[in-house]
């Protein structure tokens, strides 16, 4: 069997997710769609699935053309895909699930159904009982469950969307023996969805990569982990020159924190931050830096280890006081974390302020923030919900919320998903305050923006981080190795 994706685009609003991608998979083989967040693998694997539509492009299989109108249509083509969020599960049993799946209905013959369940079961090792029901399975058992179902209507081709994510290693070992047995025995080709470098590694014999949007290359697996780092991050750029800024007093003083969180631990990361410092944070998603920049907020509390903002202990000290003390976090999730769907620009602005006086002056508010609008180069009005602004208006007008004079500045992407002007506008606006003395801390997938704007670069791996202190002399396979961890 041969699946063929031809030139597919797909944009939702003003983001690009697919770009004229073309891929090849064929039987026998374990295929990695690799990328950051964002990169737009789901999209592109959903398409191919049935569950949503290209813009543009087309999905071949062995010659013929399809016409996918839903998920259903792309099994019965042989193609079958575990969705990244768990699809919602009516109170089922196991067998009523694996019943309630087939095409036509119902299945006539329960007791076939039964047997059928329990042979594929049997053979992977799987243990689900049929009697139990779906919604008291864990993450793995679901996915087990979801395999067994595709693989009774006889698909061809599996498409695992981050399955990895929050089940239990031994249910990974399970799932990657399964895959191997597929590809190997049954000639089936198996695509993993991931940005889990160490998965891709262990499982697959190919990796396509993706970056925003576009494919961008693929390798042999194995291969030296800084070549698919590489190719995930972009290329690292010259420097720019830009004026070298004093460094001033030491404002963040973080010493040997471990922070303790649900995946994984920050050991032991240390740093030292002055005034108009930029420090980047690299690191594949996941690797500790979203916890680091998190205690540094106060959001996160370290479980060891101490943090001082101008020789002040803040360690147990929360958001608010580190708020008070001059330090702000504007987090990646912009409207989950940071914005409030349904409320207007004035409406932000004034949550934002500190008054003495516990009513709100809306005529003032509403001036001040037609200002702030303009200053900002924000495409937007007073009275606009804020989530009718495109991504790159609302990361403006987040910024311009922030008060002036901060003493340390955290951000979490904050050029993610924008387009080359808006993320220059944003770093405008960012070097403006790094020169009146503020600190910067900002974590990006993208190497390019960690190398031209950092002054430091601390890179996390497994919830460790090594700190290069002069980006200029950083070369790609370097810092590829270290983002990817070197063994
Ligand atoms: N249904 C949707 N509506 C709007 N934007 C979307 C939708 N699905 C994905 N996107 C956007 O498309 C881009 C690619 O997303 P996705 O394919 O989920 O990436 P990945 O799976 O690689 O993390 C992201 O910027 C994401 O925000
Ligand atoms: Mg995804």
Redesign the pocket.
């Known amino acids: 069997m041969l699946v063929e994706l031809q030139n597919i685009s797909k944009t939702?609003?003003r983001?690009r997710?697919?770009q004229d991608i073309s891929l090849k998979f064929e039987g026998g083989h374990i295929y990695a769609i690799l990328?950051?967040?964002?990169?737009?693998?789901?999209?592109?694997m959903?398409i191919m699935s049935g569950y949503?539509s290209a813009d543009r492009g087309q999905i071949v299989v062995d010659g013929q053309a399809l016409d996918l109108k839903a998920p259903t249509d792309a099994i019965a083509h042989g193609i079958g895909m575990l969705y990244?969020d768990p699809l919602d599960f009516p109170p089922f049993t196991i067998l009523e699930n694996f019943i309630a799946g087939r095409p036509g209905g119902i299945f006539p013959d329960r007791a076939a159904a039964r047997q059928q369940l329990a042979a594929i079961t049997e053979r992977f090792g799987f243990g689900l009982d049929p009697n139990r029901y779906v919604d008291t399975l864990t993450i793995g058992e679901r996915q087990q469950l979801e395999i067994v179902r595709l693989l009774s209507l006889n698909v061809r081709v599996l498409v695992l969307?981050?399955p990895t994510t929050g089940i239990s290693a031994e249910q990974k070992t399970i799932l990657f023996n399964v895959l191997k047995a597929l590809a190997r025995d049954d000639r089936m080709a198996i695509i993993l969805?991931s940005?889990k470098l160490e998965d891709v590694i262990e499982l697959c014999d190919l990796a396509y990569v993706?970056r925003r949007?576009r494919f961008v290359g693929e390798k042999t697996v194995p291969c030296p982990i800084s070549e698919l780092v590489a190719l995930m991050f972009g290329k690292v750029v010259e420097r720019q020159n830009r004026p070298n800024v004093m460094c001033g007093d030491s404002v963040l003083t973080v010493e040997a924190v471990r922070i303790a969180a649900q995946r994984l631990t920050v050991e032991n990361v240390s740093l030292r931050v002055c005034s108009s410092e930029v420090i980047g944070l690299a690191g594949l998603d996941g690797s500790g830096q979203g916890e680091f920049i998190r205690a540094c907020a106060g959001l996160f509390p370290p479980q060891s280890g101490t943090i001082k903002l101008n020789g002040r202990s803040m360690t147990r000290a929360s958001y608010h006081d580190f708020s008070q003390a001059g330090v702000a976090f504007l987090p990646a999730g912009r409207m989950e974390e940071g914005l409030i769907k349904g409320m207007t620009l004035t409406e932000h602005f004034a949550l934002t302020q500190r008054s003495p006086r516990p009513w709100i002056n809306w005529f003032e508010a509403r001036q001040i923030t037609a200002e702030r609008i303009k200053n900002f180069n924000v495409k937007g009005r007073p009275g606009s919900p804020i989530q009718t602004l495109s991504g790159g208006n609302q990361q403006r007008f987040a910024l311009s919320l922030l008060r002036q004079n901060l003493k340390v500045l955290l951000l979490e992407h904050p050029t993610?998903?924008l387009d080359v002007e808006s993320a220059n506008t944003i770093w405008e606006q960012l070097l403006k305050r790094r020169e009146q003395g503020t600190a910067i801390i900002f974590i990006s997938a993208e190497l390019d923006e960690i190398v031209s704007y950092s002054d430091r670069i601390l890179v996390f791996f497994g919830g460790r981080a090594t700190m290069v202190d002069d980006p200029a002399e950083m070369t790609a396979d370097r810092l590829g190795e270290l983002i990817g961890g070197r063994e």
């Open positions: 939702f609003g983001v997710a697919n990328g950051e967040n964002g990169a737009g693998k789901s999209t592109l959903k949503q990244q969307d981050e969805v940005h993706l949007g993610r998903g």
